[in-house]
């Protein structure tokens, strides 16, 4: 096994839930008042384009908060703080809350189902799909929400190791959200590229961690 | 030319410009309609916004249409030679000094030449113009330019009769647009356009924005606009003015043929692959509001491309 250094927190310090539980929050309550601030009454807290600011906002938390997930174990291998396990629901479902918002705000503000009179659910449709990078972001959406759904205690309890396999998904949907980002942009795809790279160190770190096991008794 | 809805008498004459009343504007303390069409309101953001000033005349404008605030119309922009961010080109752009500046205009002219800006500019009439500016992405704007006509420009170089086309070319310089020394782009960005739309009286050769020297982030100190078509053909900086008898290769078209095409005019019927273009989202504005052919300027340019399917040439 890997040492374990501690770093002299061997147990969770104080306040830290509340402090992570925050910490996840804030982006969301800046963003969210910031945009329909912008939107309606005249703000421009988010520059010219509020909605786009604020739909890729909220999708990039989204990718950060999945990543923070999936980096928890490596985290606690490398630490040995082994009390961060117990956080990884809580960041995955605010990374669930952020693609919500990611979704509400696309369908309501920027496609404009139910807002324009010019746009109707069939646009929505032709959206999802004839445009890839829509259909695979919406994937990635409809992947997570059986995850939202069991990651109760009981449905851990009931499901046992089907829920294992299930929340296998974990992995796939932060790739799918990184696709998403690299083909939704044009030419800019520096910063994609710098998701895909983080995404692919987390996943080469569990990767290591799980043969690791594997070959520890 | 057909009737191309722009007769001298609407051009807008630079004393009657001058003398014309200041407006207000969002308040809605005047009615556009009591100033006659030369002036609309400026849809603001704020009282601190709100501008008294004179715009130049409007063409192509919908009943419903108010000009775009200045902070917006100079602070988001697509200009990848100062950066990918709509942002980027206000913030790196700053240092870029447009002056000393010269254009050469060559090809398939008579009487090609390399000027000075100032002297380029001098034989043109300068003219106010707000134009609907509908961007490839989705998103509008309304913007008051000022500038010279491109055919005035090239009736002086006098194209020869191989002349078909017309290439632009902005300036090349990575050690002053810090943009060019990522390979985002083919650099330095071309356009194109075929002589008779070069030629069409809305084209313009711009120099200004309301009623100032163009901003750096916005082209300076001399870009394309052509309003009919998607704001990426409106090529900034320009230091090459080319006739040709080929079609000249694009940088967008080069960089994504199915994305963008040569013509690039505004067509609600035609989406672009990853999203629609039957609306568009104006700047400053919530509601999305529906596209028009050619950008609302069908009238005066459809019968350049009568025969030609729109869906290919797109």
């Not at chain 1, 786009?52 to 703080?81: C, D, N, S």
């Not at chain 2, 809605?28 to 704020?46: E, F, M, T, Y």
């Not at chain 2, 500038?147 to 194209?159: D, F, K, N, W």
């Not at chain 2, 090349?172 to 810090?178: C, E, N, V």
């Amino acid at each position: 096994m890997l040492t374990r250094p501690y770093f002299g927190i061997a147990k969770q310090p104080r306040g830290f839930a509340a402090l992570l539980f925050v910490a996840a929050l804030l982006p969301a309550l800046v963003i969210v008042p910031a945009m329909l601030s912008d939107l309606f009454l005249g703000s421009s807290w988010l520059g010219s384009d509020a909605t786009k600011a604020g739909e890729h906002l909220l999708g990039k938390w989204t990718l950060r908060l999945l990543f923070a997930t999936l980096a928890i174990t490596p985290l606690r291998t490398l630490t040995g703080w082994n009390w961060l396990a117990k956080h990884r629901r809580t960041l995955g479902l605010f990374a669930f809350s952020y693609v919500c918002l990611h979704l509400l705000t696309w369908t309501f503000l920027d496609v404009q189902v139910l807002v324009s009179e010019y746009v109707g659910w069939a646009d929505v449709w032709k959206d999802l799909t004839k445009r890839p990078f829509i259909t695979i972001g919406m994937l990635g959406f409809v992947l997570l929400v059986p995850l939202a759904l069991t990651s109760t205690r009981a449905s851990i309890a009931r499901m046992g190791k089907r829920w294992r396999a299930l929340h296998r998904l974990t992995y796939v949907v932060p790739i799918l959200g990184v696709i998403h980002y690299l083909m939704a942009v044009k030419k800019d795809i520096e910063e994609p590229l710098l998701y895909g790279a983080i995404l692919a160190t987390i996943l080469v770190c569990r990767g290591l961690i799980a043969r690791q096991r594997a070959v520890a008794p | 030319m057909p009737n191309n809805g722009l007769t001298s008498s609407e051009i807008t004459p630079e004393g009657v410009y001058h003398d014309r009343r200041q407006f207000l504007t969002a308040a809605g303390l005047i009615g556009a309609g009591l100033l006659g069409g030369a002036s609309l309101p400026v849809s603001s953001r704020s009282a601190g916004a709100q501008q008294q000033r004179s715009l130049g005349t409007p063409y192509g404008l919908q009943p419903t249409d108010s000009a775009t605030p200045e902070e917006d119309v100079t602070s988001y922009n697509n200009f990848y030679e100062f950066g990918t961010g709509k942002d980027d080109p206000a913030l790196n752009a700053q240092e870029f000094r447009a002056r000393p500046w010269t254009v050469k205009v060559d090809g398939l002219v008579a009487k090609p030449g390399q000027y000075q800006l100032e002297d380029f500019l001098k034989p043109s009439k300068v003219e106010d113009r707000i134009y609907r500016m509908r961007c490839v992405e989705a998103w509008s704007m309304v913007i008051p330019w000022r500038g010279i006509m491109l055919a005035e420009v090239l009736r002086r170089a006098q194209p020869t009769s191989a002349a078909k086309y017309v290439e632009f070319t902005t300036l090349l310089d990575p050690a002053r647009m810090p943009g060019q020394r990522y390979p985002v782009l083919q650099w330095p960005y071309n356009e194109g356009l075929r002589l008779d739309e070069a030629m069409h009286p809305l084209t313009l050769l711009v120099t200004g924005v309301y009623g100032k020297d163009l901003p750096n982030q916005n082209g300076a100190p001399l870009r394309l606009v052509v309003p009919w078509k998607y704001g990426f053909k409106g090529i900034k900086s320009i230091v090459r003015i080319r006739l040709t008898s080929a079609m000249p290769a694009t940088s967008w078209n080069i960089a994504a043929s199915d994305e963008y095409g040569f013509y690039a005019n505004v067509n609600p019927q035609v989406d672009h692959p990853r999203w629609s273009q039957a609306t568009e989202r104006r700047i400053g504005q919530f509601r999305r509001i529906p596209t028009l052919p050619f950008n609302g300027y069908a009238e005066q340019v459809a019968s350049l491309y009568s025969g030609m399917d729109l869906r290919r040439n797109y």
